[in-house]
């Protein structure tokens, strides 16, 4: 698979490229915004299987280069950033980062994640057997097939996680799902390093769709979508 790397750091990009190298993937280093970008350009050649993009670089903000990639491109983004604060991740998940990796990570955890992006982007809009077109929870309208979700008529965008999670607890409303059920069932995977993930996924739901208590925490169990009484 291709992979571009966004990396101002040559220490750090070299030591990278060479796990990446070692675990197949064909590397290609941009050490600017506007390198990154040039990168994803030629129509050519195989398109790139995802981006790492590193937040700090010299000539643009990251999240504005997330934001020009995602205006032209599908392509799986994960952000590398040292910024850990909950805040500046839901806005690169905004932005339509598919994840994202705090520095100092582990390559284990980034490779589990490279592939998990990879993975879901190959098997495409699947989100299990769903026999249902369409979910209606108070004013939240889901439509499955679209993955397209209102609110009072207004369409809101989420990311595709933010609408795969939001999908699996509005199919049972009222019933708390476990965490770990939630993080093998939307994100794939069972390791603990979701957890973080799973967290600011619920933040930027309830945020985005302007309903804090739809989503309740169930503490030390998971969550639960909470049907507006009204
Ligand atoms: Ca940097």
Known sequence: MRLLLVEDDDHVAAALSAVLARHGFQVVHARSGEEALKALLPADKEPFGVVLLDLGLPDQDG???CGKIRKRSAIPVIMVTARSDVRSRIHGLNLGAD???VKPYDTGELLARIHAVARRRTAGEDTGPTPLAALRIGQVHIELPTRRVSVDGQEVQLTR????LLALLAQRPGVVFRR????SEVWRTSW???GRTLEVHVASLRSKLRLPALVETVRGVGYRLVPPSG
């Open 63 to 65: 999240y504005e280069v």
């Open 99 to 101: 994840d994202y990796v």
């Open 161 to 164: 996680k933010e609408f795969d």
């Open 180 to 183: 770990e059920q939630i993080i």
């Open 192 to 194: 603990e390093g979701t």
